[in-house]
């Protein structure tokens, strides 16, 4: 069992983001065991056959039998950072800090430097700068395409937590963060992890951060220097590669009009208006309207989150739904 206990100061200095980096490894990860991640099914068949030699600097280092370098996961600066930016971070990292990681692959995974793993070990440099090109090409082939709706979930993810934190403090944060996380008296316990452990905050803050690929386990990275950083599963994420619209209900329908009460419907996540013109068909115009008139009316309200706005239903729009 994992447990991190908080100063007073930490308890204030929870923060939230997401990173597109550890988007990558978790992917790759998840790519490599895929066993117990039945909802990524559709991601699998159709990003497997892309998965070939010329991401071996990438294969080389995250083995799918563990610890994956945390290099790799830089700590983010923002809440919403994009991959250029990580990018940098990567390709700036101190040649010290790789062989630390990659000294600590091989000790927990035996065998594992080999490769281009051993390569990037022996002249950082040139590693470093071939392993940025291939997480790009890698981010090309199997991310770009689906990021849209993944930042969605992600940033939908920042603001519900945020919404928690600030009504309800941590126990609000970890109350359905994930299932092995218990939060007591101003310490959090992780049930699933294979070692004790122990650690107290004395400043760094904990970071969390929300992530499609690695449901249904948490990652940790609490045992190094610097910021404590836990990488859960974010909200909804059984919602990803779902087509299709949630029902709209018949008598709300009635009352409100069918299409605002098929919005109200989809809202169970915070979602942009390009992602609700996508899951329910309505033209962009269209879904527009009715959430301005849903706004005026209180069943929805808007924040914006990174580069998006999100609408979230309101208690008053659950009541409806819910009657």
Do not use: C
């Given at each position: 069992m994992?447990?991190?206990?908080?100063?007073?100061?930490?308890?204030?200095?929870?923060?939230?983001?997401?990173?597109?980096l550890r988007e990558v490894s978790a992917g790759i990860q998840a790519?490599?065991?895929?066993?117990?991640?039945?909802l990524h099914l559709p991601w699998f068949k159709q990003v497997g056959p892309?998965?070939?030699?010329?991401?071996?600097?990438?294969?080389?280092l995250i083995t799918g039998a563990g610890y994956i370098p945390d290099f790799l996961c830089p700590v983010p600066t923002s809440p919403t950072p994009d991959l250029a930016g990580e990018l940098a971070v990567l390709r700036a990292t101190?040649?010290?800090?790789?062989?630390?990681d990659l000294d600590r692959m091989a000790a927990e995974i035996p065998g594992s430097l080999t490769g281009c793993a051993m390569e990037l070990y022996q002249d950082p440099g040139p590693g470093l700068e071939r392993l940025a090109h291939v997480i790009e090409a890698f981010w090309r082939l199997a991310m770009a395409p689906h990021w849209p709706r993944m930042r969605n979930l992600l940033e939908g993810d920042l603001l519900y937590r945020a919404?928690?934190?600030?009504?309800?403090?941590?126990?609000?944060?970890?109350?359905?963060?994930?299932?092995?996380?218990?939060?007591?008296?101003?310490?959090?316990?992780?049930?699933?992890?294979?070692?004790?452990?122990?650690?107290?905050?004395?400043?760094?803050?904990l970071l969390l951060a929300p992530s499609v690929f690695v449901w249904p386990r948490l990652l940790y990275r609490t045992d190094s220097p610097g910021q404590a950083v836990i990488t859960y599963p974010v909200r909804a994420v059984a919602t990803l590669w779902e087509r299709g619209t949630a029902p709209a209900p018949d008598a709300l329908a009635a009352v409100i009009g069918r299409s605002r009460a098929l919005l109200l419907a989809e809202l169970d996540t915070p979602a942009s208006t390009t992602d609700l013109s996508r899951s329910t068909g309505l033209s962009p115009a269209n879904v527009s309207e009715q959430l301005a008139l849903l706004l005026s009316a209180g069943l929805v309200t808007k924040h914006r989150v990174g580069r998006a706005m999100l609408y979230v239903r309101t208690p008053r729009a659950q009541a409806l739904l819910d009657d």
């Open positions: 994992l447990t991190v206990a908080f100063s007073a100061y930490d308890l204030t200095s929870i923060r939230f983001a997401y990173s597109p790519l490599r065991t895929p066993a117990g991640r039945p892309l998965i070939g030699g010329d991401l071996a600097p990438l294969l080389d101190p040649h010290e800090i790789i062989r630390t919404r928690q934190y600030a009504e309800r403090g941590p126990a609000g944060v970890f109350a359905d963060m994930h299932a092995a996380i218990r939060w007591e008296d101003r310490t959090l316990y992780l049930d699933d992890r294979p070692k004790e452990l122990s650690r107290t905050l004395n400043g760094e803050g």
